[in-house]
């Protein structure tokens, strides 16, 4: 089975998903993550018609989907890995979505690059609802006064949240924290759930879910 069928197959098992829970199947929206992955592995899911990408590093993407934007321009792409305050300018030029907003001088660095050029991505903070001190994200008792601050102080809209529950821990009440913490700041989008646990996540009402492995097969990292 080659990765265009496994994106129908996903897709399938999204709208299976969303339909056991009483959601709409389109209130869910799939992106593909391709890291790792050369341009010419993603091409047989753009021509299968899927429009919505991950990446988790500036450098890679920007290798990688210039060309690719020049033949599918209707390409949605979300960086959903950490960004480095020096890779902001690159960012806001590449990317459709940033979910990775995860602390003040990210926040300040975008605010000033979206200020000069006019492009606006949009964006989701990232919360380290595990409190897991390799990854990245602000704290689950932060993330309120980052929020107003990503709005009062740096003029920032933040149009979703976005979290990578521990791999060691059940995903569950990572989920619901996130949608707690998202309800009572009033936005809207949900980035959450992967491979191995994105139907629970749609139980929890994620709008987003980051899916690699089951499209893409698994990756091969340099040693």
């Not at 209130?27 to 018609?49: I, N, Q, Y």
């Amino acid at each position: 089975m080659g990765a265009a069928d496994r994106l129908q197959s996903t897709r399938a098992a999204i709208r299976r998903a969303a339909l056991d829970c009483g959601r709409a199947p389109d209130s869910v929206r799939l992106v593909c993550v391709t890291k790792t992955f050369p341009a010419e592995a993603v091409v047989p899911l753009l021509d299968a018609g899927h429009r919505i990408f991950g990446e988790n590093r500036v450098q890679e993407a920007a290798a990688k989907w210039p060309a690719l934007r020049e033949k599918y321009p209707d390409v949605e792409l979300h960086l959903i890995g950490p960004l480095q305050s020096n890779k902001t300018q690159e960012a806001v030029g590449l990317f459709d979505v940033i979910q990775s907003v995860d602390r003040e001088k990210i926040a300040k660095a975008l605010s000033e690059e979206m200020a000069r050029t006019g492009k606006r991505p949009r964006l989701f903070a990232q919360v380290n609802t595990g409190a897991e001190p390799q990854k990245a994200g602000v704290l689950p008792e932060a993330a309120d006064a980052f929020l107003a601050a990503c709005r009062d102080a740096y003029g920032l809209q933040i149009d979703g949240l976005m979290c990578v529950p521990p791999v060691d821990q059940q995903a569950a009440p990572h989920f619901a924290l996130l949608a707690d913490i998202a309800a009572r700041n009033g936005i809207g989008e949900l980035s959450m759930g992967m491979s191995s646990d994105f139907e629970l996540a749609i139980q929890l009402g994620a709008t987003y879910v980051r899916i690699g492995s089951a499209i893409m097969g698994e990756r091969e990292y340099p040693a």
